[in-house]
């Protein structure tokens, strides 16, 4: 009864509060469409109106102080290549990378397409800045692939300090490592476009150039590691295990740890494996 009476089918009588009246559902079923029409004329109407709400958004933008959760995580590879490259594609002002990887570790192809990559944005104006680690001296490939880069125009300097990898483009966009998903994929990262996160990352890249050696600032190719860094590879290359490289060259095992350390992080390797595989493949001096 009481579905009856909120539809209007039945009204209470008004001279038997217990009884009810029945109602037309003609004049009933007319009502109802009348309210129905007006509520869609009502919901047409504003819905309308998203174009313009939406519109605000490139003013509002960048006067805003709080981004809120602005990030993306890319599980594989092949996720971070396709965005990144379609934000490459739509950029207009600036882009700036700095890839701490050891040149042996890149692959060929991967290296091609970066390239092609900073080549067209060079070519539509974008101002290109590159930091790599200074391993990139001692390796044939990538000496000629950034000779290529500076002569187009983009600016490409490198550091014997280890950094952090990142792409920052146009102010807006970053991409960086995973540091937060536990077991991930190696290549998994995370595509940031909070404006204080990004804001934040530029200034440690302006940090991280500062510190860095231009490319045609660069005297000479081999000059990466010191003479007391390659003596000791000499003697690893030999087959000595780490902890006997000190007392045939007469230091102490804590200089030892330091130096190859220090060798690890001028050529980007994480791992003496690493450091060693790159050191195979130079020309030694």
Not at 90 to 104: H, N, R, W
Not at 110 to 122: C, K, P, T, Y
Not at 188 to 194: E, I, M, N, R
């Amino acid at each position: 009864m009481q579905r009856l009476a909120a539809l209007g089918l039945v009204t209470q009588d008004p001279r038997q509060p217990d009884s009810y009246v029945a109602q037309d559902p003609r004049a009933v079923a007319r009502h109802v469409m009348a309210d129905a029409q007006a509520a869609i004329k009502q919901a047409v109407q504003r819905m309308e109106e998203l174009p313009a709400i939406e519109g605000l958004a490139p003013a509002f933008d960048p006067n805003r102080w709080y981004g809120g959760p602005r990030s993306e995580w890319l599980t594989t590879r092949d996720q971070m290549n396709s965005r990144i490259g379609q934000v490459v594609r739509e950029a207009s002002s600036e882009m700036l990378t700095a890839q701490p990887g050891a040149p042996v570790e890149r692959d060929p192809e991967v290296l091609r397409r970066g390239i092609d990559r900073v080549l067209s944005l060079v070519s539509r104006g974008v101002a290109v800045r590159s930091v790599y680690t200074a391993a990139v001296h001692d390796h044939e490939v990538m000496r000629e692939h950034l000779r290529t880069v500076t002569e187009a125009g983009g600016a490409v300097a490198t550091l014997r300090e280890s950094f952090p990898r990142m792409i920052i483009i146009d102010s807006a966009h970053l991409f960086i490592d995973n540091c937060v998903m536990p077991g991930a994929a190696r290549d998994s990262g995370w595509h940031v476009y909070d404006r204080a996160t990004v804001a934040w990352a530029r200034a440690l890249f302006e940090q991280i150039w500062a510190r860095a050696t231009r490319w045609q600032d660069i005297q000479r190719p081999g000059s990466v590691l010191t003479e007391r860094q390659k003596m000791i590879l000499r003697v690893l290359e030999e087959g000595e295990p780490q902890q006997k490289v000190g007392p045939r060259l007469g230091l102490a095992e804590r200089t030892i740890t330091k130096e190859i350390a220090a060798a690890r992080a001028a050529v980007g390797a994480r791992t003496v494996f690493q450091l060693m595989a790159w050191w195979g493949r130079q020309e030694k001096s």
